[in-house]
């Protein structure tokens, strides 16, 4: 019997783009595809619903839906929702609304794991019946015992000899609800004298008297993950299951109970074939599960799209691009071996096409006011500013000036450092896509600057340029600005590794990784969709929030942390 389902329909990981180089995974599907074994690649991204998507996701999900999309295959979205007890419907919203941010096309149609119990189960039936499984009654602390180490043989259950019969008695009477939790585990019979202590009779179901939120109480007992999983990628006909190191040892299980349930006639060869890469290691943040559960439960962060938090919903509300991301995946490729990737690296990926996408806007993040003395009170005029400069085809758009402005407060210095080039008394800068002005002096009662203009140097007017100055500085209308809380973002660790070795991963955390300020903006933004980004000149690049007016940033315009 062949038992062979799945999501049909174009695969993709976003816009088409050229071939990426060559690597051992692509080089083991395009032996496959030669050799006839497989006529059609089939991958899949298998989540568990039980928190956020992260970075690390999103390397898995680029890659199986991209080798799916380039070879001409599918690529299904599986989740693996084996234990009732960690999963939310919360969770599988989450990573449906993440994949479908990243461009993944998986026909539209999520599959779950919790399809396939009525089959998993018989499978389990058909393992007892031949002697390949066996229903254990020691307890966990037992069992943990007899398992041996890495150096000792394990030793067998005493209930490893049950029969056949007596074992399929007692399997119904798990499913059937009829022992508590703990009171017994089925086991695959394998061998106890293994050197891999994932084949010493690696436990397949336990007894969970617990809800299920596809399943409701339909079920009592729940597949291991372990044993779910090939199952799930045989039954949908994945050619190539990839996944990270850590599920290395487990592949002989793996091949073990395919290759079992082949003999049993329950699926036909070519059987999937696990292939394992080496996970995202990035600095500066953690990609545990657990860890970050930690962050969100002790309130160490605002939640799990918190934009110093490295999950997917994060990401995107800080700013960061699925292209982006997809250029960073790219750039670090696919490789065998666990190395740390670089913080650095991700951001530069970011700024690459932020640079060419995001339209430029003025901002002041720190206020001073400017007062342009020979400047009638009441009289405006409106200054072209370009929306991208490397990009006059996006045009201009008018920004409002008058008498008085806003400016950085960095941008004025009363007894001003050697080189500085910015306003301090009897120097004269421009004021970027409008006016020089020469400042006169500084007003302590008003906290403001006080300065001259030459209206005859308006930019791209005749003559403006022989104005020959060296700085030149942003601002903004106080008449017209918009004012809005601007969240500078950092990175959530001070420290490459945090918690490396025993060390609290928590001692780690940077306490300057989130400030705000009431920023001053130019009207324009008023205007900002949540989710648009934009180059807020000479400060980076900034994404507007879900919150009224607040303002993200992504990324700053060059890496601050370089030493």
């Known amino acids: 019997m062949s038992t062979k389902t799945g999501a049909a329909g174009k695969t993709g990981a976003g816009a088409s783009r050229a071939p990426s180089a060559s690597n051992f995974i692509r080089q083991a599907i395009e032996a496959d595809l030669a050799s006839g ?23 898995s999900i680029l890659l199986n839906f991209g080798l799916a999309q380039e070879y001409g295959g599918r690529c299904n979205l599986r989740f693996d929702d084996t ?17 479908n941010w990243l461009g993944a096309d998986y026909g539209g149609t999520a599959l779950y794991a919790s399809d396939y119990f009525d089959f998993m189960y018989r499978c389990a039936e058909y393992l007892v019946s031949s002697g390949n499984a066996y229903v254990d009654s020691q307890s966990a602390e037992e069992m943990r015992a007899n398992r041996g180490s890495f150096t000792a043989p394990g030793t067998d259950s005493p209930y490893r000899g049950r029969s056949p019969d007596e074992n399929l008695a007692l399997l119904r009477e798990m499913r059937d609800g009829l022992h508590p939790d703990g009171a017994h585990v089925l086991r695959a019979k394998i061998d106890m004298a293994s050197p891999n202590i994932n084949l010493r009779d690696p436990a397949i179901y336990r007894i969970k008297h617990a809800a299920h939120h596809r399943t409701a109480g339909a079920w009592c007992l729940y597949p291991m993950y372990t044993y779910a999983h090939p199952i799930e990628d045989a039954i949908e006909s994945v050619t190539h299951s990839l996944c990270t190191l850590e599920f290395e040892d487990q592949r002989p299980f793996y091949d073990w109970l395919l290759e079992k349930l082949a003999d049993g006639g329950l699926f036909e060869r070519p059987l999937p074939q696990q292939i394992e890469f080496a996970r995202l290691q990035l600095t500066y943040v953690v990609l545990s599960k657990r860890r970050l559960i930690q962050l969100v439960e002790e309130g160490h962060v605002d939640g799990w799209d918190d934009p110093r938090m490295p999950t997917l919903a994060g990401a995107r509300r800080r700013g960061y691009t699925s292209e982006g991301l997809r250029r960073f995946a790219e750039r670090i490729g696919v490789a065998k071996e666990n190395s740390w990737i670089e913080f650095s690296i991700l951001e530069d990926a970011m700024r690459e096409h932020l640079n060419d996408m995001a339209p430029r806007r003025m ?85 403001s600057v006080r300065c001259t203009v030459h209206e005859d140097s308006r930019s791209g007017t005749p003559g403006a340029d022989r104005y020959k100055v060296k700085g030149n500085i942003h601002w903004v209308s106080t008449a017209h600005a918009h004012a809005a809380p601007v969240r500078l973002y950092d990175r959530l660790f001070g420290v490459p590794q945090p918690g490396s070795g025993e060390r609290d991963f928590l001692l780690d955390l940077n306490p300057d990784s989130k400030k705000t300020v009431s920023a001053q903006l130019e009207p324009a933004l008023r205007e900002a969709r949540v989710g648009e980004s934009f180059q807020f000149e000479r400060h980076g690049y900034f994404a507007r929030d879900p919150d009224p007016n607040a303002f993200n940033r992504t990324v700053t315009l060059r890496d601050s942390w370089v030493k």
């Open 83 to 99: 234990n009732p007890e960690k999963e939310e419907q919360e969770y599988v919203d989450s990573i449906i609304d993440a994949v």
């Open 37 to 59: 074994k497989h006529a059609r690649i089939v991958t899949r991204f298998p989540p568990e619903p039980n928190g956020y998507l992260h970075l690390g996701h999103a390397k």
């Open 363 to 447: 901002a002041v993040l720190d206020p001073l006011k400017l007062v342009i003395e020979n400047w009638p009170e009441g009289k405006e005029a409106l200054c072209e500013v370009p929306n991208h400069p490397q990009k006059p085809d996006w045009g201009k758009r008018p920004v409002p000036f008058g008498r008085e402005l806003w400016i950085e407060r960095d941008d004025f210095a009363f007894d001003p450092p050697k080189g500085y080039f910015r306003l301090f008394p009897g120097n004269e800068v421009r004021l970027r896509y409008a006016y020089v002005v020469k400042c006169i002096g500084y007003d302590a009662a008003s906290d």
